[in-house]
């Protein structure tokens, strides 16, 4: 006999097919992929220009329709219904088709740019020679496989951009925030840096990107980057200056009053994209304590490394152009042995407290070893600093952390990792801000354990796989490094127990937590109490 079951839950999980407006802007965003696709497989478009926007306007109006008629048919306020059951969002197998192919075209661009159609000799074909028209347009010269790239990213964040506006809409902060990582987009590492190549096009090749600063850049001190910029005029001379002012005083500041969240949530271009096209992904982050563990280890060797690549570099450079050169290479080293000493007793001096002991010991280990090599180095007249051909470490770091960590993983596993993988595990750039909004901060998210109903909305929205719940649940302060400021999990709480805030550095790191029911602590002084008594 044929039952009928019929649902009493809130939301609906069985309606959730699109509606024929929906359908039509899937429909119309596919024309302009197919388009892009035809491009790929070599088939001659006569007016470039004109097919080439067609594509990414069919594109963006799809999602535009989309976005309206998904957000606007119902009223305003955050809504995360269905994400599990769907098959994009919920590790289905739309999610391992998309990871694959987000994959693939990531592992192209790197390593095999031939493919879509890049030439170094000759004109270029395929997919890139669609894009000749506006490449030329912009910056006077050809498409590269990275203008492709670019495009299609700064075409993503502002497509996903206008979606994120509409779920979030009745909240100001999302707002604005999702408006800066836009703006810093098509501006800053879109626009300018085409526009200003196309004006000077003598200048050798250096980075443009203002925002884009050490160690996420990490060529920044390379020699042959170092040496472009001193030969580049006085743009080379003010992106080298800037680039410093941003490493050494203007991140530093900002990050003191406001925490990392005024680069990672307001202007980084890899957090613009996770915030934007990343967004229905957020939910599916590791909350669990090994994932937690892994992360501190992997993003902070990363750190390392990164460290020691640069002062390689650094000491080649010293050593191959001491006319351009302000230091010698022997003030240099002894400028890092005193950098690093100082440094790391100062933390552990004035703040051990606020550090676990695991991260204590690692740190000094890791300073001690280096300043052991870089002395012995030293006195011994050796030329490469950590006895290894800097060729070799940035080779070794390249790959594996700036194109396969940051490009492939990074992106590629959003349907499967969610939208913070790279950001959370591999960003060197992270690391040292929230290193600094951990231990050197006024920003933290303040609780209110007392209205919490452990709903657990905070934690299921969080993309850095933070516990929220948990710091709510016994009204303490979170002020994790790893916390990106994005306040996603604030505004999704039902009952406002969350709130961002730049306050006094007087008691904002409150591990005093309350003793719930089904916590191991309360367990621990019963047993104790007990033993007490006998």
Request: net charge positive; charged share 15%; hydrophobic share 45%.
């Amino acid at each position: 006999m044929n039952k009928t079951y019929e649902s009493m839950s809130v939301i609906d999980h069985d309606n959730r097919s699109p509606s024929t407006i929906q359908k039509i802007a899937l429909a119309t965003s596919s024309v302009g992929f197919v388009i892009l696709s035809l491009a790929l497989l070599n088939l001659d478009f006569s007016h470039k220009a004109i097919w080439l926007a067609v594509a990414l306007l069919a594109i963006i109006s799809g999602i535009v329709l989309y976005a309206n008629d998904l957000y606007l048919r119902q009223p305003a306020g955050i809504k995360f219904n269905g994400i599990w059951f769907n098959s994009l969002t919920g590790r289905g197998t739309l999610a391992w088709i998309l990871a694959v192919l987000l994959t693939l075209f990531y592992i192209i661009i790197y390593w095999f740019p031939q493919y879509l159609g890049y030439q170094v000799k000759g004109g270029n074909t395929g997919l890139v020679s669609l894009f000749d028209p506006f490449s030329v347009f912009i910056n006077g010269k050809p498409a590269t496989q990275w203008f492709v790239y670019g495009t299609l990213y700064t075409i993503a964040i502002l497509a996903m951009g206008y979606k994120f506006l509409l779920k979030y809409r009745d909240n100001k902060y999302q707002i604005i925030r999702t408006l800066s990582v836009m703006f810093f987009q098509v501006g800053f590492a879109f626009l300018i840096p085409e526009i200003l190549s196309k004006l000077n096009p003598d200048t050798p090749y250096f980075n443009k990107d203002i925002k884009n600063m050490w160690p996420l850049n990490y060529y920044f001190f390379e020699e042959w980057h170092l040496t472009n910029m001193l030969n580049g005029g006085n743009l080379g001379i003010f992106m080298l200056i800037s680039g410093l002012v941003m490493i050494f005083l203007i991140s530093p500041v900002l990050t003191y009053f406001y925490g990392k969240r005024w680069y990672c949530s307001w202007v980084c271009g890899c957090g613009g994209l996770a915030e934007t096209a990343g967004d229905p992904f957020r939910h599916l982050s590791d909350k669990s304590s090994k994932a937690w563990k892994f992360e501190r280890w992997s993003i902070h060797l990363v750190l390392v490394f990164a460290f020691i690549m640069s002062v390689a570099v650094l000491y080649t450079f010293l050593g191959k152009n001491p006319d351009q050169s302000l230091l010698t290479r022997r003030q240099f080293t002894i400028g890092i042995v005193v950098f690093l000493t100082l440094l790391t007793a100062c933390l552990y001096l004035f703040k051990r407290r606020n550090m676990d002991k695991d991260a204590i010991f690692t740190m000094v280990s890791l300073v001690v070893v280096m300043v052991g090599v870089i002395m012995l180095n030293h006195f011994s007249g050796n030329e490469k600093i950590f006895f290894v051909n800097n060729y070799t470490l940035t080779s070794w770091y390249g790959f594996a952390i700036g194109a396969l960590f940051s490009g492939v993983v990074g992106v590629g596993f959003y349907p499967i990792m969610g939208s913070r993988v790279w950001c959370r595990f591999g960003c060197p750039l992270a690391a040292i801000l929230g290193l600094q909004q951990r231990l050197f901060s006024r920003f933290r998210i303040t609780t209110n354990g007392g209205q919490c109903i452990s709903c657990g909305n905070c934690s299921n929205a969080c993309e850095m796989g933070i516990d929220v719940r948990a710091y709510a649940q016994k009204g303490e302060n979170i002020v994790r490094s790893s916390c990106v400021g994005c306040g996603i999990c604030s505004a999704v709480c039902p009952r406002g127990v969350l709130k961002l805030e730049n306050g006094s550095e007087d008691n904002r790191i409150n591990e005093d937590p309350v003793l719930l029911g089904n916590d191991v602590n309360l367990l621990a002084l019963l047993r104790q109490e007990s033993k007490n008594k006998d």
